[in-house]
């Protein structure tokens, strides 16, 4: 009876060992940005960039981000879930699809995605900003850097 009980014992520990390291893979794999084959900026010089007016900078986070961490000075805060972004990406760009659109979110993973799918889409001046507002590997981000960031209001 004992050497059922350790057996099934060890299926179990193994069987949830398995889990667990399977939320890791999914974890770390949804982590990793895809290769964007556009351009790249760190987050000082986009920073300079929107501030010049050479680029417009767009923080695709959420209202939620934008509320903990304050949107990056210069940049315009344009939740990527909405159904009509594209449309609202275009009011922004005066409908043109070869204004220098950088793109900023948390970590650099949500804004490569983003850039491929804008790119595909027809906007062929769309700039990756890979650290993000809280760094990664690319670099430390927009907050650790000490750029300026202004407060977010929702709008009501």
């Given at each position: 009876m004992s050497?059922?009980?350790?057996?099934?014992?060890?299926?179990?520990?193994?069987?949830g060992?398995a889990?667990?390291?399977t939320g890791?893979a999914?974890r770390e794999?949804?982590?990793?940005?895809?290769?964007?084959?556009?351009?790249?900026?760190d987050?000082?010089?986009?920073y300079?960039?929107?501030?010049?007016?050479d680029i417009?900078?767009?923080?695709?986070?959420t209202?939620?981000?934008?509320?903990a961490t304050?949107?990056?000075?210069?940049a315009h805060?344009?939740?990527?879930?909405r159904e009509?972004?594209?449309?609202?990406?275009?009011?922004?760009t005066?409908?043109?699809?070869?204004?220098p659109?950088?793109?900023i979110?948390a970590?650099?993973?949500?804004?490569a995605?983003?850039s491929?799918?804008l790119?595909?889409a027809?906007?062929t001046?769309?700039?990756?900003?890979?650290?993000?507002?809280?760094?990664?590997a690319?670099?430390?981000?927009?907050?650790?850097v000490?750029?300026?960031?202004k407060?977010?209001k929702?709008d009501?």
């Amino acid at each position: 009876m004992s050497d059922k009980v350790n057996r099934t014992r060890r299926w179990v520990l193994f069987g949830g060992a398995a889990a667990i390291a399977t939320g890791f893979a999914i974890r770390e794999h949804r982590l990793i940005p895809q290769d964007y084959a556009g351009g790249q900026l760190d987050v000082a010089e986009a920073y300079k960039q929107a501030q010049s007016g050479d680029i417009l900078l767009v923080d695709i986070r959420t209202p939620r981000e934008w509320q903990a961490t304050g949107v990056g000075d210069g940049a315009h805060p344009l939740d990527m879930r909405r159904e009509d972004f594209i449309q609202a990406l275009e009011r922004l760009t005066d409908g043109n699809p070869e204004t220098p659109v950088a793109l900023i979110c948390a970590r650099g993973v949500r804004s490569a995605r983003l850039s491929n799918q804008l790119t595909l889409a027809g906007f062929t001046n769309i700039i990756d900003v890979p650290e993000g507002m809280l760094g990664s590997a690319a670099g430390p981000g927009w907050m650790r850097v000490g750029l300026p960031v202004k407060s977010y209001k929702e709008d009501t």
